[in-house]
Structure formats: C-alpha cells, structure tokens
C-alpha cells in the first residue's frame, strides 16, 4: 500500500518480524528441499531392496511408494513456482532439459554396459538386438519395454531392468498440465483459490477410483490420479504458502495423520494425506538446517539408477546382505553413478536453458500475498 508520504510499504515488513509462513521458512534456494529428495530417494532404495533381494518385509514397499508420492508433492511445489516465473516455452525447454538428457543415458547404460555384464554371469545371456529394441522402445519416456531378452532370468526379481523409470511419464505429463493450467489468465489470477480446489479434486478422483467417485473419471488411471493429487497439493502449498504458518509441532501432528491415514486405508490415504504430506516436507524443508545436495542435485540419478544397481547386486548374492544391508551397500554403488550423472549430463544439460528466455509467451502476472 502507499501511504500519505507516497513511500510504498509492504504492511507484512513494517514491524520486521521473521516471516513464518511456508514461504517464508523456505527462504528462496536457501533450504533442505534437496536434501529432502536425496532422503526420499534412498527410501525408494529400502524399499526396492524388498522385492530386489528377495526379502520378506512387504511393509517396506509401502514407505517407498509414500517417497514417490513425496517426489511429486515437492515437484508440484517447485513447478508452480517455475511456472509463474517463466514463460511457456522456456518452462518446457527447462523440464524437457531436466527429465530427458539423464534418462536417456541411463537407458543407454543400462543396455550397453549393465546388460552386458549381467550377460556373463552363470544362467544369463546378453541378446545386443534385444538392448537395442530396449533404447527404442522406451525413448519417448513411456516404458514399453521393461526387460532385455535372456537377462536377469536369475535374480528374485526377474526380467525387468529399471521398473524406478515408470514415473517418469506421469512427472512430465503433469508438468504440461502445470503450464497449461497456468497458462489461462483466470487460473494464474486467483490461483491462490483455484489450485488448491483442483487439489482436493484430484484427491478425491483418486480415492473414487476404490468405489467413491464423484466425477467419473474412468478415462485416468489409479496411477494418474495418485500421482496428480500428489502433484497438485504441491502446487497449492506454493499458492497458499504465504498464509500457512510453518510449525513443526503442526507437522508432527500431520505426519502422525499420514502415517495413521496410510496403515489404515490406501483410499483414504489417496484422498485426505497430499496436502498434510506437503505440509510436513514444506516445514522439513524450510527448517532443517541441512544444505546437502544444495549445489549438486544427484537426487534425480540415485533415483533412475538405483534399480539396476540393485538388480547387479541380487545377481552377485546381495541376498546374503539382509535387506537393509542389501540396501546400504546398493546406495553406496548408487551415489557415484548419481554424481556422474549429475556432472556430466544433467548439469551440462541445464546450461542449454539460456538458449529460450524465460521472457518468451509470458503472460503478465503480479504476485499475491500468499507468494
């Protein structure tokens, strides 16, 4: 507002008291929200190690698959804010940068040098036709085929080489459903409002998909409508951040209320826990004081490339380990991979993120409060 001096003022500042607020906590690039994926993804890692290793502690998997439910949360929250500051086409250029590169070497290495070497071990056979055919069929981001022919005949879980890939999919596709939405001058001007409806929506959707459906949604799988509520509770913790107090008490009791939700029902959980989860990795995020990952992000490569390094190590005996040394040691094999990833091809990429300007299809925007 403008007072009768004709100074701005910005009545939130005037008595200088810390922000609290998500937003504020958050701090900009200053918080632990890497760290927090880098956490979330070596949970995906104990988790996978169940069925990997061949141990019998299904529970585990259920925690992993709330890591990837974290993944989209946080992803949401980050896009929102991207979306908002970037024009169209740069927004696409930047996912497409971020998502592509890495994934597509990964694939490449799987079926280049981690199938070959599975191919020397006693049972297995490596069929370079069929690890072409892999590259081909899933380079479009959309797993077509999961296995290379005559490899991982052997291990617990066989045949299939990097089932961690599947998301991926379902991430960009809600990206473009971020910058359409965000797109459309009504949304972007009472999305404060409009976001967190879609939210709930896509909660409830999600949860009609086990009998409750109150908008007949068959066309989007259980899958899609998971991930989206996920996805799209992030997006409206960033619309309403300025106006929700960051407490860590709040989030020990929210993240009691998705442990709770989760153990007594999916569909519920689907429904009710997106936005109590986002709330706990927000305030997680905005007050640990850890900035691991900060300047290197290599959470996305531990991500994409820990399945096949679980699966080399279930071919080498890992069962051997117990599952949460199969676990630890298939994280420590994980890292260095990730970091390669992180220098040598997921960063180099972002730099190609100047060649579209951030100003190109921008629509005017002025920020809300809760911003």
């Given at each position: 507002?403008t007072s009768?001096?004709?100074?701005?003022?910005?009545?939130?500042?005037?008595?200088d008291?810390?922000?609290?607020s998500?937003?504020?906590?958050?701090?900009?690039?200053?918080?632990?929200?890497?760290?927090?994926?880098?956490i979330?993804?070596t949970?995906v890692i104990l988790g996978?190690?169940?069925?990997?290793?061949?141990?019998?502690?299904?529970w585990?998997e259920?925690?992993?698959?709330?890591?990837?439910d974290?993944?989209?949360?946080l992803?949401?929250?980050?896009?929102?804010?991207s979306?908002?500051?970037?024009?169209?086409?740069?927004?696409l250029?930047?996912?497409?940068l971020?998502i592509?590169?890495?994934?597509?070497v990964?694939?490449?290495?799987?079926?280049?040098?981690f199938?070959?070497?599975?191919g020397?071990?006693p049972?297995?056979?490596?069929?370079?036709?069929?690890a072409i055919e892999?590259v081909?069929?899933n380079?479009?981001?959309?797993?077509?085929?999961?296995?290379?022919?005559?490899?991982?005949?052997t291990?617990?879980?066989?045949y299939?080489?990097?089932?961690?890939l599947?998301t991926?999919?379902?991430?960009?596709?809600?990206?473009?459903?971020?910058?359409?939405?965000l797109?459309l001058p009504p949304?972007r001007?009472?999305a404060?409002?409009?976001v967190p409806?879609?939210?709930?929506?896509?909660?409830?959707?999600?949860?009609?998909?086990?009998?409750?459906d109150?908008?007949g949604?068959p066309?989007?799988?259980?899958?899609a409508?998971?991930?989206?509520?996920?996805?799209?509770?992030?997006?409206?913790?960033y619309?309403?951040g300025?106006?929700?107090?960051?407490?860590?008490?709040?989030?020990?009791?929210?993240?009691?209320?998705?442990?709770?939700?989760?153990?007594?029902?999916?569909?519920?959980?689907?429904?009710?826990?997106?936005?109590?989860l986002?709330?706990?990795?927000?305030?997680?995020g905005?007050?640990l004081p850890?900035r691991?990952?900060?300047r290197n992000?290599?959470?996305?490569?531990?991500?994409?490339?820990?399945?096949?390094?679980?699966?080399m190590?279930a071919?080498?005996?890992?069962?051997?380990?117990?599952?949460?040394?199969f676990?630890?040691?298939s994280t420590v094999?994980?890292?260095?991979l990730?970091?390669?990833?992180?220098k040598l091809?997921?960063e180099?990429?972002?730099?190609l993120?100047?060649?579209?300007?951030a100003h190109?299809f921008?629509?005017?925007?002025?920020?809300?409060r809760s911003?």
């Open positions: 507002m009768t001096t004709g100074i701005d003022h910005d009545p939130n500042q005037a008595l008291k810390p922000d609290t998500l937003s504020g906590a958050l701090g900009g690039h200053d918080n632990a929200l890497n760290f927090l994926r880098l979330l993804a949970t996978h190690s169940v069925p990997l290793g061949g141990f019998p502690y299904p585990l259920t925690w992993a698959d709330s890591a990837v974290g993944f989209f949360v992803s949401g929250f980050l896009i929102a804010g979306r908002m500051r970037l024009g169209l086409l740069a927004f250029w930047r996912r497409v971020r592509m590169p890495g994934f597509w990964c694939i490449v290495v799987v079926a280049f040098v199938a070959p070497l599975a020397r071990y049972g297995e056979e490596y069929i370079r036709q069929s892999y081909v069929a380079g479009g981001l959309q797993i077509h085929q999961w296995g290379i022919d005559n490899t991982l005949e291990v617990p879980f066989p299939e080489w990097n089932s961690s599947w991926l999919i379902y991430e960009f596709r809600a990206y473009l459903l971020a910058a359409v939405l797109w949304i001007k009472y404060a409002f409009i409806v879609l939210a709930v929506a896509a909660g409830v959707a999600a949860l009609g998909e086990w009998g409750y109150m908008f949604t066309w989007l799988d259980l899958d409508k998971r991930f989206f509520a996920f996805f799209a509770a992030g997006m409206a913790l619309f309403l300025g106006w929700i107090r960051s407490s860590l008490v709040a989030a020990g009791i929210a993240g009691v209320a998705v442990v709770a939700i989760r153990i007594a029902s999916y569909p519920w959980y689907l429904g009710v826990a997106p936005l109590l986002g709330y706990v990795l927000l305030v997680l905005g007050r850890v691991l990952g900060a992000d290599i959470s996305y490569g531990v991500y994409i490339y820990a399945f096949p390094v679980q699966q190590l071919l080498s005996g890992g069962h051997a380990l117990g599952v949460l040394g676990a630890a040691v094999l994980t890292v260095p990730a970091w390669v990833s992180w091809v997921e180099p990429a972002m730099k993120r100047r060649l579209v300007p190109l921008k629509r005017k925007y002025v920020p809300r911003e």
